[in-house]
């Protein structure tokens, strides 16, 4: 495993995602860029001690998701991805990337890609694992920070398509499935306190319980 830290091929990949990523924004957000994913991805794997290959991968999570919905296939994706930054870099993204159709061609909806995602985790190396957990981590930390701090929480769970229990309950079906494949990696206990801290506070949005007529 080589040292983590600054080295001159995360910030390839950090260039690389920064133009991939120059015109998009977060969803219902007209002011933040979407390079904020990858970048926090390398802080979060990073954090945790991952290698040069397994940052990169995170930071080029989105890129290769991007290119596979576009319809380029892997012999597109090794001249663009993978003679840069390594076929092990390129397998685990490929492993994991969000995809239009399944391998018998057929169409899967937004709700099935995800779920197609997760099923995938089992044949998945333990890279790619580390990418989930940091991207749901990242995304539930980012939702958990914003609530905290607005007034209008309804706004901020808006942003997500679904009801606010619906929302958690995607992110425990990540948290169910890594450790059913078996990744128990340190990361997994941060990322369970913020779903917990989510679960409780769409209980809270939600109100008590009406009571029943007698």
């Keep these: 495993m080589s040292v983590t830290g600054y080295s001159d091929r995360i910030n390839h990949a950090l260039a690389f995602a920064a133009k991939h990523h120059a015109q998009q924004v977060w969803q219902g957000s007209s002011r933040v860029p979407y390079f904020t994913y990858p970048a926090n991805l390398a802080i979060v794997l990073t954090r945790y001690g991952q290698d040069d290959d397994t940052v990169i991968a995170g930071v080029l999570h989105e890129v290769v998701s991007d290119c596979t919905r576009a319809g380029q296939t892997r012999e597109m994706l090794e001249e663009r991805v993978g003679t840069k930054f390594g076929s092990g870099v390129l397998d685990a993204l490929l492993s994991i990337a969000e995809r239009k159709a399944d391998d018998d061609g057929i169409e899967l909806s937004i709700d099935e890609r995800k779920t197609d995602v997760l099923e995938r985790t089992g044949a998945a190396s333990d890279r790619a694992r580390w990418i989930v957990a940091a991207s749901t981590l990242h995304v539930g930390g980012s939702l ?71």
Excluded: C, N
């Design 144 to 214: 958990l920070a914003d609530l905290r701090r607005t007034a209008y929480p309804e706004t901020v769970w808006g942003r997500f398509s679904g009801e606010r229990d619906e929302v958690v309950a995607s992110f425990r079906r990540t948290i169910s499935r890594l450790s059913e494949v078996g990744f128990d990696a340190p990361i997994m206990a941060e990322l369970t306190g913020v779903v917990d801290a989510l679960e409780r506070l769409a209980a809270e949005a939600a109100g008590p319980a009406p009571r029943l007529a007698r």
